[in-house]
């Protein structure tokens, strides 16, 4: 379905340039630019700021051979450049510009979660090797933990509610609770600017405990997400996820 309407909007528009991302393209770089001529960039992995030297680098006519994390068709062959580091510092980003988009289309109803509800992320990756988590392996290429400042995640929480009206959030990050001083920050943030809307997040369970649970419930926690996979230890060894079992039917 993409690619009929990237294939559409090249025709209507054939100047305008066509770069896709995520984990399919980061996969199959080369299969795709060689079977879709529409398409002109791929970026691979993480790629805010390969987009950003790409756009650079086209307004100045610089070299593309040296973006990385870009693959593209130079002179009729296909060049797949070096990888791009994982962003280490999150807080160089902005939020994200959500003015273009139809927001209130967006909702995460588990449990219930009131709409319009809002996704956020307050961290990128996770330090556990579980081998069939998509994300860590594929975009971030690497089981690096990154957070945000605790007080930004919250002052864009502040500015979602007031500007959108937004009753509820949703935060995707890979692993919530996977620092708990940071789990322990936000919640301290929450309650300093007065945010007082329901939240849910995806969360590892034995890393969990009754003191985390009792102050982001405080903070105004209303469900989590925990991945158990399986409750067979030899399952759970397989996959390297290792989860303590008992711990996580406890919480």
Request: hydrophobic share 40%.
């Amino acid at each position: 379905n993409d690619l009929n309407i990237l294939k559409d909007l090249k025709e209507r528009l054939p100047s305008c340039c066509i770069a896709l991302c995520g984990p399919h393209a980061s996969v199959f770089p080369v299969k795709i630019l060689q079977e879709y001529s529409f398409v002109d960039y791929i970026f691979l992995g993480e790629y805010e700021f390969t987009l950003l030297d790409l756009v650079r680098r086209l307004e100045s006519v610089g070299q593309l051979q040296a973006v990385p994390g870009l693959a593209f068709r130079l002179e009729g062959q296909i060049r797949v450049n070096k990888k791009r580091q994982a962003l280490v510092d999150l807080d160089k980003l902005p939020w994200p510009d959500r003015k273009s988009l139809p927001m209130y289309k967006y909702n995460d109803g588990f449990c219930g979660l009131p709409r319009p509800n809002v996704q956020m992320l307050t961290s990128r990756g996770c330090p556990f090797k579980c081998i069939f988590c998509l994300w860590p392996q594929v975009i971030y290429c690497q089981q690096r933990y990154r957070k945000r400042d605790p007080s930004d995640v919250a002052a864009e929480m502040q500015y979602l509610i007031k500007e959108y009206g937004f009753k509820a959030v949703y935060f995707d990050d890979d692993l919530f609770n996977a620092d708990r001083d940071h789990v322990f920050g936000l919640c301290r943030q929450m309650h300093k600017l007065g945010i007082k809307i329901p939240w849910a997040a995806m969360a590892r369970a034995d890393l969990m405990d009754r003191k985390m649970l009792e102050v982001m419930a405080g903070a105004g926690l209303y469900a989590l997400k925990y991945g158990i996979e399986s409750s067979d230890p030899k399952i759970q060894r397989f996959c390297r996820k290792n989860l303590d079992l008992k711990k996580s039917v406890e919480m």
